[in-house]
């Protein structure tokens, strides 16, 4: 079963320390998506990409965040300098056909959960 | 602001009966809505969905309907089970496009009880 790949599962690091996660799309999927889980905001969207270039991140902090798509199979999100309230689940998604629906779909991966002290 | 919306962050079934999670949102340019489930320690999977040229559509169990004069869908689970229980997001979009992108709600955390 192909599937989106994140790296680290689980990051716990200091207030102003850099934080990179990374992802690995579904081969042959062409837009990725960058969400960020929180119990007030549910799944946000904070960036896209398609074609590795970037679609929209107007819901990334600009000051501290990053999101690059350095090759077609590698998506990254940079945070620097990290702080508490950026503790939160972190998912890449990337879209493409579903064969079962016949459609295309977003599959998200299992998600990087980061806790900032 | 939030354009999607789900209202209710938990509920609570009894095994064998109806389960109902509703959903609301703003924007009249979504045309395309789908619910995603969610287990602990996993990304959310695709469940079901419905374009804005039906009103309802129906998978085994599930079934979404969708009011677009009230701006609301509702997902329903019959019979509901205990691998039910799981967050449900809402999510909406302004076409099936690939460009396009999915705005999800909060959630709700729905537990079925044996």
């Known amino acids: 079963d192909a599937r989106v790949t994140q790296t680290p599962r689980h990051k716990v690091t200091e207030m102003g320390q850099e934080v990179t996660m990374r992802c690995q799309p579904i081969l042959g999927h062409n837009t990725v998506f960058w969400y960020r889980q929180t119990m007030m905001q549910g799944l946000e969207l904070l960036a896209y990409?398609?074609?590795?270039?970037?679609?929209?991140d107007s819901g990334m902090p600009k000051d501290r965040f990053s999101a690059e798509m350095p090759d077609a199979t590698l998506a990254t999100l940079k945070i620097q300098p990290s702080e508490p309230r950026d503790s939160a689940v972190y998912f890449c998604?990337?879209?493409?056909?579903?064969?079962?629906?016949?459609?295309?779909?977003?599959?998200f991966g299992s998600g990087t959960q980061l806790s900032v002290l | 602001d939030q354009q999607v919306k789900q209202n209710s962050p938990s509920l609570s079934v009894q095994e064998g009966r109806i389960s109902i999670l509703n959903c609301d949102y703003t924007?009249?340019?979504?045309?395309?809505f789908l619910w995603y489930k969610k287990y602990p320690a996993e990304g959310p999977t695709f469940l079901i969905s419905i374009s804005s040229i039906k009103d309802k559509n129906e998978d085994g169990r599930f079934t979404v309907f969708l009011n677009k004069s009230a701006k609301h869908l509702s997902l329903h689970i019959v019979p509901s089970q205990p691998g039910d229980s799981a967050v449900y997001f809402c999510?909406?979009?302004?076409?099936?496009?690939?460009?396009?992108?999915?705005?999800f709600g909060t959630g709700t955390l729905l537990a079925v009880q044996p």
């Open positions: 924007n009249s340019m979504f045309d395309y």
């Open positions: 999510a909406a979009s302004g076409g099936r496009g690939a460009t396009n992108k999915l705005i």
């Open positions: 990409f398609r074609n590795r270039a970037p679609l929209d």
């Open positions: 998604a990337s879209r493409g056909w579903d064969a079962r629906t016949r459609d295309e779909k977003l599959f």
